[in-house]
């Protein structure tokens, strides 16, 4: 499935070449800022895992991972991964990471059965992110403090690609509104998830929105997370304003990870339990996996927000619907 929102008279501010250019501006910027305001050392990742170890990231537990076999290891099965959030967590113990010492690294992923539109792509790129914590940071001060870091990289960044491409305007708010998912449904009840997103992140420019995966008051969760890697009562998205979408726009999900009783009590409430025998699971449960933050940020959707674009294949090499390429063609957007 496929949709494709083209706003009127839309048009780039940038030609095709100074796209390119400017992409490689943003991320270099960007890594290179968030890198030292984190601390975080740069390493290099996997692009699939094995299907039995459990370090493949579920999502919403429906999405199906690209499976191959690999002749060399007897047909094992491997999965190119969704995302690096256990695996990250995993590589924090074996990398030898200290205390307040983490790790970033370029995540690429493919996922199959991803609705496709202005945002969403089945190519996924983002810098995914982990840090070593101790029991006394897991709360959400420090989860907090922790977004606003990553705002002011992000507005700083932008202000820095505006200075070297005088056609962009800066639009992001460096100070961040905090609101938990309980919070959001209180404040607009007769809303969808969505909308309420797009009505508080109209309103003030930048919010993170916490508390996402567990049921709300009517019964329902705010949106999807996986039981396994983020502590509901300690996890986020950070949304921007998109003004040339006219929307709340999410450019990272992240959070303080589950500690071993957290991990108990989402996969009984998922009924996931069966995941309790799988080896990253069974590390976390007995205590040989450290404490984390951690999250990941979208390369492409900070680069669409930056350089002002509608349609994330303007800044990415994917694949579309045939009738969204000819509707992006025939309003004059360019997808790479």
Known sequence: MGSCMIPE???SLLSVQDTEKAIKYVKDTFERTFADAMRLLRISAPLFVTADS????????VERPVSFYIRAMDGESMEIVHSLAKWKRQALRDYGFGMHEGLYTDMNAIRRDEDLDNLHSVYVDQWDWEKVISREDRTRAYLEDTVKVIVRVLAATELAACAMFPALTPSVNPTVTFVTSQELEDLYPQLSPKERENEITKKYGTVFLENIGGSLKSGRPHDGRAPDYDDWSLNGDILVWNDVL???FEISSMGVRVDEEAMARQLALAGAEDRKSLPF???????????SIGGGLGQSRICMLVLKKCHIGEVQASQWPREMKEECAEKGVFLL
Do not use: C, I, K, Q
């Not at 459990?54 to 537990?61: A, H, I, K, P, S």
């Not at 699971?281 to 404490?291: D, F, V």
């Open 9 to 11: 008279g839309y048009r």
């Open 54 to 61: 459990g370090l493949n990231d579920n999502l919403n537990g």
């Open 246 to 248: 006219g929307r709340a």
């Open 281 to 291: 699971h069974s590390e976390l449960l007995n205590g040989r996996l450290p404490l």
